[in-house]
Antibody, heavy 122, light 110 residues
Framework: EVQLVESGGGLVQPGRSLRLSCAVSGFTFDDYAMHWVRQAPGKGLEWVSGISWNSGRIGYADSVRGRFTISRDNAKNSLYLQMNSLRAEDTALYYC???????????????WGQGTLVTVSS | QSVLTQPPSVSAAPGQKVTISCSGSSSNIGNNYVSWYQQLPGTAPKLLIYENNKRPSGIPDQFSGSKSGTSATLGITGLKTGDEADYFCGTWDSSLSAGVFGGGTKLTVL
């Protein structure tokens, strides 16, 4: 059974940092691209960042480029999102998602975690 | 504003059929695969359609997808109250080098 479990969310002050993690199991992690997708309260889905199977290709939404860094450790079956200079508008439920392909350029997310909530507030 | 445009809401009676549209451009829908997701209240999104018109295992043929040019459509037949959810389209945008989603469509089964 495929499982994706996010962690690391919480309440943080504006301007501070947070690191999200996503631990996966049930599939060969280093065969697939991975994504972070967020959903602000009562809003739609927003793609945040994606990374190819071997970290050779990485992408960011304009809203987070330069502040967030995605990475993966294939040996640990884990995906990460380092979030710096957090803003109130970053408040959202952050989902980790598995792509159906290994390369970055499809965004076909066939498995999702349950999300970890990030609240940016003073 | 979302890169992909969906109607905010659609509604239909139980047993009827509904379609949800998703409009984009040549840099996203026009040259990349479209996926569709269902999000029931309080849950994570679930993949319904990938590669424009394919269903993952376990997804009933009640759900169908199509694409023409820079637009895509999700069709849902035999509506049940359990189908009430938010539906999102998604794809890759080659110009932005980023994933993109529609704003979502809330389906109400009257």
């Amino acid at each position: 059974e495929v499982q994706l479990v996010e962690s690391g969310g919480g309440l943080v002050q504006p301007g501070r940092s947070l690191r999200l993690s996503c631990a996966v199991s049930g599939f060969t992690f280093d065969d697939y691209a991975m994504h972070w997708v967020r959903q602000a309260p009562g809003k739609g889905l927003e793609w945040v960042s994606g990374i190819s199977w071997n970290s050779g290709r990485i992408g960011y939404a304009d809203s987070v480029r330069g502040r967030f860094t995605i990475s993966r450790d294939n040996a640990k079956n884990s995906l990460y999102l380092q979030m710096n200079s957090l803003r109130a508008e970053d408040t959202a439920l952050y989902y980790c998602g598995k792509d159906m392909e290994g390369g970055l350029g499809y965004c076909m997310v066939d498995n999702w975690g349950q999300g970890t909530l990030v609240t940016v507030s003073s | 504003q979302s890169v992909l445009t969906q109607p905010p809401s659609v509604s239909a009676a139980p047993g009827q059929k509904v379609t949800i549209s998703c409009s984009g451009s040549s840099s996203n829908i026009g040259n990349n695969y479209v996926s569709w997701y269902q999000q029931l209240p309080g849950t994570a999104p679930k993949l319904l359609i990938y590669e424009n018109n394919k269903r993952p295992s376990g997804i009933p043929d009640q759900f169908s997808g199509s694409k023409s040019g820079t637009s895509a459509t999700l069709g849902i037949t035999g509506l049940k109250t359990g189908d009430e959810a938010d539906y999102f389209c998604g794809t890759w945008d080659s110009s932005l080098s980023a994933g993109v989603f529609g704003g979502g469509t809330k389906l109400t089964v009257l």
